[in-house]
């Protein structure tokens, strides 16, 4: 009798697992930040190193965003580096 039983929930199971229904995998994306033209943490410039500052609330309370910033002096190894989206901002 328990083998009939086991067969018979064996059978069930095997034909209402293809009926249950499928979830596909969903891709949930949530883009926070302040980075347009973000290029990596630094590039050189010119013989210039820029770094990236990222964006910080200033006394204020406004947010500034987040960009590259002049580090270091001239360096003659990168002088001849021309990088292509290079932005100077003020």
Avoid: C
Avoid at 59 to 68: A, F, L, P, S
């Amino acid at each position: 009798m328990k083998k009939k039983i086991l067969i018979l929930l064996g059978v069930v199971i095997a034909v209402s697992t293809p009926l249950t229904p499928k979830s596909d995998a969903i891709d949930f994306s949530i883009s926070i930040g302040d980075r347009p033209y973000y290029y990596g943490p630094n590039y050189w410039h010119e013989g210039y190193q820029w770094v990236w500052v990222p964006g910080y609330r200033n006394r204020n309370g406004y947010w500034v965003k987040g960009h590259y910033v002049r580090r270091g002096g001239w360096n003659r190894a990168h002088a001849r580096v021309y990088f292509r989206h290079h932005h100077h901002w003020h």
